[in-house]
């Protein structure tokens, strides 16, 4: 019993290490338009993980189209890149903050695509 425990753990952990952390959130519609394009890379630090967070709009500016749907590509493929969450805003809003959490020694790579209307 502990040693079939023990294997389906395996299991899940060699399952949960090949996944990417590639997101979606939102359905995307033939008439919306790309509102923000940007890839956030970083470096690796040794004991240290990455915390970004992205804003759009950024910095002061206003934007005018509601969020239909947010993609967050990890362009590491190897399971090692950055979490992403939404910390604020997000679909049927006009802003959002995203949260990219880096693992420890790892760098980041990831590619934000907001569309909207
Ligand atoms: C966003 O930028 C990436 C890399 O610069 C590019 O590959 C991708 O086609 C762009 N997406 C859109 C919708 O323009
Ligand atoms: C956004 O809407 C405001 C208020 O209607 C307007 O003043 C501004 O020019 C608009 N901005 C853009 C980029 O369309
Ligand atoms: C980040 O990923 C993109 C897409 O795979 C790649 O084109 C780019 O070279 C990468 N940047 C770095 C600094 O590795
Ligand atoms: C995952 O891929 C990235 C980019 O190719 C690389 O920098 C990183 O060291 C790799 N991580 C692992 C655990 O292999
Ligand atoms: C970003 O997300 C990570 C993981 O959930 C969390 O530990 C961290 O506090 C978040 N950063 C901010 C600025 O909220």
């Known amino acids: 019993m502990r040693?079939?425990?023990?294997?389906?753990?395996?299991?899940?952990?060699?399952?949960?290490?090949?996944?990417?952390?590639?997101l979606s959130f939102g359905d995307q519609f033939t008439t919306d338009i790309i509102l923000f394009n940007k890839t956030v890379?970083?470096?690796?630090?040794?004991?240290?993980?990455?915390?970004?967070?992205?804003?759009?709009?950024?910095g002061g500016s206003i934007n005018n189209y509601t969020i239909t749907v947010i993609y967050v590509y990890d362009n590491f493929l190897n399971g090692s890149g950055a979490?992403?969450?939404?910390?604020?805003?997000?679909?049927?809003?006009?802003e959002v903050t995203i949260n990219l959490s880096g693992e420890v020694g790892h760098g980041i790579n990831s590619t934000i695509e907001i569309w909207g209307f």
């Open 41 to 58: 890379v970083r470096r690796p630090i040794e004991y240290k993980s990455w915390n970004v967070n992205v804003d759009f709009p950024c």
């Open 83 to 94: 979490e992403p969450s939404l910390l604020r805003g997000g679909v049927g809003a006009s």
């Open 3 to 22: 040693s079939l425990l023990l294997l389906s753990l395996i299991i899940l952990a060699v399952v949960l290490d090949g996944e990417t952390y590639s």
